[in-house]
């Protein structure tokens, strides 16, 4: 593939110029932030969304903007059910719909917000860019059959589209020159009916030692491992990216340990302090990465027989569905 042909791929994928992103799940918050009763303003795609956790819990996220003159109801106040703007009061419903104006008798029927279809996992709160979602937000098939100890955290903003931090996990050059990790196994790659494509491969860490991992990317932007170490130990960990107005995306980043695994039980204490060292892990190999992320002209000029786990990714990203159906009141 030649340069200019890289040149086209990055520009194609990025999406900025025509404001359309993946249809996909995406984390807009962490689900701690959100207090009952409680509203948080978040950066989306090309505008900006609203979470809403009403007082039974459950979770709303409409596009943030009032449709009266445009003020943004991350201020607004959740009274009686509904979301109250504080500019005029404009009372909108648990559909995002308009209920209530107070110095008008009727209120137009299009005064409504764009509702996201959302959903509370991994201690994040996601949207899907779609009217319904496809698939589910990203899950491991083991994950219900124990407690799990887990913690989710806002990894801050990286410059490029989130497609291209995910090329990583499958980029087995990277692995092995700048983690320092032997690849024992190479990835096996599938797709499957849900288009969310699954992987597995055996790697060798020199601090660690010997581990296995078990992948499923739900989405470009999006990868749930479950990683098996060389001791027996389980550990999961979910990565997701989200655009933002000023390109790049927002990374978050859930890690999770099971109590139980292979029929070995431990405390919580002892997957507490598991979950430290899995948290150690990941930010050394995410540390070693971020520098050169932010910092690169993504493009595929050259690529060599073991790019082509990398490129399976690629393919994947553009080949994935896009749209905004929001774009118009978010923005």
């Known amino acids: 593939m030649n ?11 990025t999406h900025t110029e025509t404001e359309l992103f993946h249809r996909t799940w995406y984390p807009v918050a962490l689900a701690d932030t959100v207090a009952s ?3 948080v303003g978040a950066n989306f795609s090309n505008g900006r969304v609203v979470v809403w956790r009403k007082e039974n819990g459950e979770i709303s996220v409409f596009s943030a903007y009032c449709r009266h003159m445009g003020a943004d109801l991350s201020l607004a106040e959740p009274m009686d059910g509904k979301l109250r703007c504080l500019f005029h009061h404009w009372s909108y419903d648990e559909s995002g719909q308009c209920a209530d104006i107070p110095c008008a008798n009727s209120v137009p029927g299009s005064a409504n917000l764009f509702q996201y279809p959302a959903e509370e996992k991994h201690g994040l709160i996601w949207v899907f860019n779609g009217e319904s979602p496809e698939f589910p937000v ?5 994950e219900a059959d124990t407690e799990v100890i887990s913690e989710a955290r806002y990894m801050g903003h990286i410059k490029c589209p989130a497609w291209v931090l995910k090329l990583n996990t499958l980029d087995v050059q990277h692995t092995r020159a700048l983690h320092n990790q032997d690849i024992v196994e190479y990835p096996n790659i599938s797709l499957n009916d849900n288009g969310v494509m699954d992987f597995d491969y055996v790697v060798r860490d020199k601090k660690i030692g010997l581990f296995s991992v078990t992948g ?8 749930a491992l479950a990683g098996t170490m060389e001791s027996g130990a389980l550990n999961y960990v979910v990565s997701a990216g989200t655009p933002v107005p000023q390109g790049g995306h927002d990374l978050f ?10 029929g070995v039980s431990m405390s919580r204490e002892e997957g507490e302090e598991h979950l430290a060292n899995l948290w150690t892990l990941y930010l050394r190999l995410f540390d ?5 992320i932010n910092s690169m002209r993504f493009r595929f000029d050259h690529l060599i027989g073991e790019d ?9 990203a553009k080949a994935f569905p896009i749209g905004n159906p929001g774009s ?3 923005s």
């Not at 070693?288 to 050169?292: C, M, R, T, V």
Request: glycine letters at 8%; aromatic letters at 10%.
């Open 253 to 262: 980043v859930s890690l999770g340990i099971p109590l139980t695994c292979n």
């Open 37 to 39: 009763n409680g509203v």
């Open 216 to 223: 499923h990317y739900f989405g470009p932007n999006c990868i």
């Open 138 to 142: 990203a899950e491991l098939a083991d």
């Open 308 to 316: 082509k786990y990398m490129k399976r990714v690629a393919d994947y």
């Open 3 to 13: 340069a200019e042909a890289g040149r086209r791929l990055d520009v194609e994928h």
């Open 288 to 292: 070693e990465d971020l520098e050169i």
């Open 328 to 330: 118009a009141f978010i």
